[in-house]
Structure formats: C-alpha cells, structure tokens
C-alpha cells in the first residue's frame, strides 16, 4: 500500500495544473448556474418578506358607482378581515399644473391619513423634523419618491389643487355628460392649497420606471419594463380625504388577507386563494347593502397584485431569469463535461505504464483506476465548494442589481440550492463516468501492453492534397500541418466542440447585452446579468482552450521534441503546434456561429424580447475576435512550456 499511496501522491503533484484547471472550470459552471439560478427565488422570497412587513393589500376594489361604497360595506369588510386590514380611500388620475407643467398626476385621498396599517409607507423622508413651518390654510401632502419616470416633489412645496378643474376633467375621461347642478357645483369649488412634507415609497409602487396610469382604461399591464404605449404617472400624491371640499363617497378599498392565510405570494395556491377570496367579498358586500351579488359584480372591479405593476414585472423578470439560468446551466454543463472528460482521458493515457506496473504486483481494477477516481472527485469537489460561495455572492449581485429598476427590500431567505445541487451532482457524476470508461477501456488492455506507448496515429491524405495547383505550392510545414489536423482526429473534435461551444455562449451573453443596451429591450437589471453571463463566458471560454490546449502539447512531447533535436529555432517548434490550434480554433468559430444562432434564439425566446434579426453586427463580430484573443493568450502563457520540453525525457520511451 505504501507504494500505491506515493503513486497518487507524485500524480496529484506531477498534475497540479490539471487539478487546478478541473477546480477552476468546475467552478465557474456550478456557481454561474446556481448564481443566476437561485436569483428568482431570492427576489420572491424577498418580495414575500416585503408584503408581509409592509402589510400590503392582496387586493383593491374600485367602485364603478358614483356614490361609492356604503358605511355598511366597508364595516363588514372590516368585522371579516380586520380593521388593521382594511384601509379606504379615494384615488383618481388628473393633469396638475406645476410651474406652468402639466403633469399626469394620480391623488390618493386616505381615511385616517398618517396612521397606516395597510401599505405602510417605508424610506419617508420627514420634512416637518427640520422645524418648517406649514402655510396656515394649507393642507398636508405626501410626495412619491422621484425615480426614471416619477419626476417628485420639493420638500415643502406648496401645490395649489383645483377641485373645480380637476372634476371636470374626470368628466370629460369618463365621457360623462355633467348636468347642470354639477356644473354649478363645480364651479363653486374653491382652489385647495396642499403643502409637501414628506417623500415617502408606496409598497404599490417600488417599480422605479413608472406606474401606469388609470387613463389607460381596461388595457392590460405588461410584463416589461416597455409599457409599449402606455401612459405612466408623472407624480403621485397622497392626502387626507378631509382635503375634499365636499363629501366625495369612498370608491377604494384596500384589504390585506394577512389574518387569512400564510400562503405565498407568486404559487398557484395563492391564485385560487385568490379567486375565492373575490367571491367571498362579492357575497359581503352584497348582503350588507341588500344588492344582489350580480349587481354589486357589475359595479366593482378588483385589482389584484398581479394586477399590480410593480409585483407583476419583477415577477415576470424572475420567472424570465430562472428560464434563463436554465438554459445557461445546460451549456456549460455540457463544455465542462467535455474538459473534464477530455483531461481524465489524458491523465490515464499518460500513465498508463504506472497503471501496468500496479497491475503486476497485484493491484485491483478498483484501486488502479481508483486512484483517478479520487482526482477526478476531489477537484470537483473543491471546485463546487468554492462555486457556493461565488454563487451566493453572484446571487447577491444580481439581487443588488435589481436596485436600478426596483427599489428592492432587504434580501431574505437563504441562497437556494436547487440549481447548485443539480449542476454540482451533474458534474460530479460526469468525471465520475467520464473517469470509469477511461478505467474500463484502460483494464481491457494486458499489462504487457500498457507499458508498451500508445501507436502513434498514422498520417493520412486531406482533401487539400486532391488539388495539386494548391498542394505542390506549400512548403513541407504547411503541409505537415494539414494532415496533423485531421490526424489527430478525437483532440480535432474536442477543439472544434470546446471553441464552438464557448463562442456560442459568448454570442449569447453580447446578444442579451446589445437588447438590453441598444435595442431598447429589457432592463437595467437584466442588462447587468448579461455582463455577468459575458464575464463568466468568457472565463470559461479561456479555461476551455487552455485546458484542451494544454493536452494537446502533452500528447506531442516527442513530436516537439523531435523538432527540436532536428534544430528548429523555438519560433518554429511553437508555430509548429500554434498553426495546428488556430486552425482547430477557426473551424471551431464557424461551428459556434451556429451554436451562438441556436442558443441566442433560446435566450430570445424565454426571456420573452429580442430576435436574431435585432442583433446588432457588431456582436457577430466581437463574439470570434474575444475567442481568438482568448486563444492567442493561452498560446503565450504555453509558449514557455513547449520550448522547455525535456529532449531526453522525452524521446527515450520505447517504441
């Protein structure tokens, strides 16, 4: 045994740049995958969290009635769900003059203005802590917070309101025809004078690129940040119902169902919850007004947090991004199983006479290949580990980045696992496999053969060589490297997938970037998660070539070393083995133009946005030029290893 143990000690020590290189493309596939992953379920847990310590209302009902709601109505709601659950108001969407600007504004009257318990406003900024002094006849108002779309308020800006103006202007958006006691109403209204004190951010509304408008009718929100045409709010203010000079009936009801249930928002459990919940309001407001449940139908309308912007978009968005790391975590589970299959093979090929001597004296099957098992195994595993804590992190940042269009909550919950569970256990199974049918084709093998080298594969005519007007042309390196090309046939395919792959998933990541960026698709957030599936593309794209380039020197020892005896200058040893990777390099960016169409056409379509046809040319361009870079950087950082090839170690093995 002591043997056996030194045997797997020189081999971790002998291949510790294709340990390193297994960890390190392990874990930049398992933490990319489960990073992006567990985002969704990041955002919904914490919007979850948001609901419940905000008390946000599951539900708004509107009056489509001009005398509102009755007392009885909303006392009855009340003796249901809770007092501290129900909140009543007035809400209506008019133009305000400000500074001689007409804004879009929306003004949320509310009963029992400033002792919230339903939508608790959060972040207010008090204007009344720094002593100014509110105008004697004006009244106090709340401010939405500015963001994109949301221009805000001044912190102790006086607002004059026009009630005699802003009912006429209901009037004309519902097409109503006023009668002549309206008219004179109206006209008798006095201007009211409102004084900003405080910004304050409705938990309705925490979207940062808009809120749609009522004016918008019965048309349905999107899921984009794009309203695609729709009018969105230039302002929203909040005010006491007491601030309407004359007794306007409640048309909104807010009811937050948090005595009610405990399930989560965002699960089709919550949905029939949901629906059973509107019949059940239907038949209380009905009997406590003596209506039948049908007209009380006719005259009300719900809107629901997924009726709800803001709740719905970035429900869309995580929903899009989970679609995403889905189809993220089969490509690079797919190269990292071919680089690590690609390096086992490799590491057993070369020490294949090691393998024949354990065999002689006496050693299993199980302990000869056991021993690549437990390299393949222990790299995997110290590359998942280091990918859960990088997958925290990433599943951090991108919950960070959801800030630019959301005003997010505090992060909650615990980094999910699914995604990392999932590609961690594929990974470990694919080197596990990968390292098995290397063992099983190794055992079929004598002893006696195994210390014999591997034959070198035999040369063999290209189709370059049936055109004489080309072939007789090239010098005899030129052609020595077009039959190398093909002669090496299973290190040829293994190039060609590796480049194809990586430049596919680097097409991809631009593609997302230039939708988000240029072609006006998308969002900020989404924006900065295509920077991170570029970044780690790219990473992986270079540790693929390295990796896959690195077994090709280690193949051709003796070829280089061959060379070298023969005389070649360094410059032409390494052009020798640089020319044969370029050209694998080149064939395999054409195939990747195919690999990018398919998986950027997958992108496109769960995320919902985007065509081939909208990217721009210049991500065909740049997406071959970094993967050759990448290429050209590998070549260099083994330039030095090619020329200090050992000359004696490596032309002294029997032939």
Not at 369 to 385: E, M, R, S
Not at 417 to 431: G, K, L, Q, R
């Amino acid at each position: 045994m002591k043997i056996y143990y030194k045997s797997v000690g020189r081999m971790f020590k002998k291949n510790l740049s294709r340990f390193i290189s297994i960890i390190f493309i392990v874990a930049i596939s398992i933490s990319l995958s489960s990073g992006v992953g567990s985002s969704s379920g990041k955002i919904n847990n914490s919007v979850e969290a948001f609901k419940r310590t905000q008390n946000v209302s599951d539900i708004t009902i509107k009056s489509k009635s001009q005398t509102g709601f009755e007392e009885a109505q909303i006392a009855a709601l009340k003796q249901e769900y809770g007092e501290e659950n129900v909140a009543t108001g007035i809400s209506f969407d008019v133009y305000v003059s400000r500074n001689d600007e007409m804004r879009l504004t929306r003004l949320v009257f509310l009963d029992n203005f400033g002792d919230f318990t339903v939508n608790k406003f959060s972040d207010v900024i008090d204007g009344t802590e720094s002593g100014a002094a509110i105008p004697e006849g004006s009244h106090v108002a709340y401010a939405e917070r500015a963001d994109n779309v949301i221009k805000g308020y001044d912190l102790g800006e006086e607002i004059s309101l026009d009630f005699g103006d802003i009912f006429t202007q209901l009037a004309k958006q519902e097409e109503r025809e006023l009668s002549d006691f309206q008219k004179r109403l109206f006209a008798s209204l006095r201007p009211v004078s409102v004084t900003i004190t405080r910004t304050v951010e409705n938990p309705l509304y925490f979207a940062r690129d808009g809120e749609p408008s009522y004016l918008n009718g019965d048309v349905e929100i999107p899921d984009t940040i794009n309203f695609g045409g729709l009018i969105s709010l230039d302002d929203v203010l909040y005010l006491s119902s007491d601030v309407i000079p004359l007794a306007t009936a409640t048309s909104d009801i807010y009811i937050s169902f948090a005595n009610k249930t405990k399930l989560k928002f965002y699960t089709s459990e919550y949905a029939s919850f949901m629906e059973s919940e509107k019949e059940n309001i239907l038949d209380i407001l009905a009997f406590s007004s003596g209506d039948t449940v049908s007209a009380v139908k006719e005259s009300t309308a719900f809107i629901t947090l997924d009726d709800n912007y803001s709740f719905k978009s970035v429900s869309s968005y995580a929903k899009k991004i989970t679609a995403l790391a889905v189809v993220l975590m089969a490509a690079f589970m797919l190269i990292t199983a071919l680089v690590v299959l690609s390096d086992m093979t490799r590491l057993m090929d070369e020490e294949r006479a090691q393998s024949a001597c354990l065999s002689t004296l006496g050693y299993s099957f199980g302990k000869i290949v056991g021993k690549y098992l437990l390299f393949a195994f222990t790299a995997t595993v110290i590359g998942g580990a280091a990918a859960y804590f990088i997958g925290t992190g990433l599943c951090s940042f991108i919950y960070l980045t959801f800030n630019y269009s959301y005003a997010m909550p505090p992060e909650a919950g615990a980094f999910g696992i699914v995604f990392y569970v999932i590609t961690f256990a594929f990974i470990v199974v694919s080197a596990i496999l990968a390292t098995l049918r290397a063992g099983l084709k190794m055992v079929n093998e004598t002893p006696a053969e195994l210390l014999k080298p591997k034959s070198p594969v035999p040369g063999r005519k290209v189709f370059i060589e049936k055109i004489p007007f080309i072939w007789n042309k090239l010098s005899f390196k030129y052609k020595s490297t077009a039959r190398n090309v093909l002669r090496y046939r299973n290190r040829f395919i293994m190039t060609v997938a590796a480049v194809a792959g990586s430049m596919g998933l680097v097409m991809a990541g631009l593609a997302l970037l230039d939708m988000c960026l240029f072609q006006d698709f998308g969002n900020a957030s989404i924006a900065w998660l295509a920077v991170v599936v570029v970044v780690f593309a790219a990473l992986l794209t270079f540790t693929a070539i390295y990796t896959i380039t690195d077994i090709s020197v280690s193949e051709r020892n003796r070829e280089i070393a061959t060379l070298m005896v023969l005389g070649y200058y360094d410059f032409e040893v390494t052009g020798y083995i640089y020319r044969e990777i370029y050209i694998d390099a080149a064939v395999g960016l054409l195939f990747g133009y195919g690999a990018g169409a398919i998986l950027m056409s997958v992108i496109f379509a769960v995320m919902g946005f985007g065509s081939l046809g909208d990217v721009s040319w210049y991500v065909w361009l740049l997406s071959p030029v970094l993967v050759l870079f990448f290429t050209f950087g590998v070549t260099l950082m083994l330039n030095k290893r090619i020329i200090s090839t050992d000359m004696n170690a490596s032309l002294k093995t029997v032939e």
